[in-house]
């Protein structure tokens, strides 16, 4: 499975981005799915997942309120709705997916970068004051 990340861009603090993460097979639509983010200097982070129908999201507490996973199958997408961004927000947004039905039941698997098989190239978020 191939994964697209984009959306990304420079904004203003306060404003808000929808990043996308599209796969290049239905399959995807079988696979839990995260966003992480990696800031310059720092470790890659998890910040949301979604379960594979959807019915299930985690959302990272440092980011909890101003970020939203959604997904649509018949799409191959998921998405991340950022709101209110601020200067934290400055990363690398990488999208992954894991087939395991189970892992992201465990919220030490969730952040695990090692659990999840496939990997989009990253989209870049740039917010500026």
């Known amino acids: 499975v191939q994964l697209q990340a984009s959306g990304g861009g420079l904004v203003q603090a306060g404003d808000s981005l929808r990043l996308s993460c599209v796969a290049s097979e239905r399959t995807f639509s079988e696979y839990f799915v995260a966003w992480f983010r990696q800031a310059p200097g720092k470790e890659r982070e998890f910040v949301s997942g979604?379960?594979?129908?959807?019915?299930?999201?985690f959302v990272a507490d440092s980011v909890k309120g101003r970020f939203t996973i959604s997904r649509n199958n018949v799409k191959n997408t998921v998405f991340l709705q950022i709101h209110s961004l601020d200067l934290d927000d400055t990363a690398v947004y990488y999208c992954a997916a894991s087939s395991s039905r189970r892992d992201y039941l465990s919220s030490l698997n969730r952040r695990n970068r090692a659990k999840y098989e496939y990997w989009g190239q990253g989209t870049q978020v740039t917010v500026y004051s």
């Open positions: 979604i379960s594979w129908s959807g019915g299930t999201t």
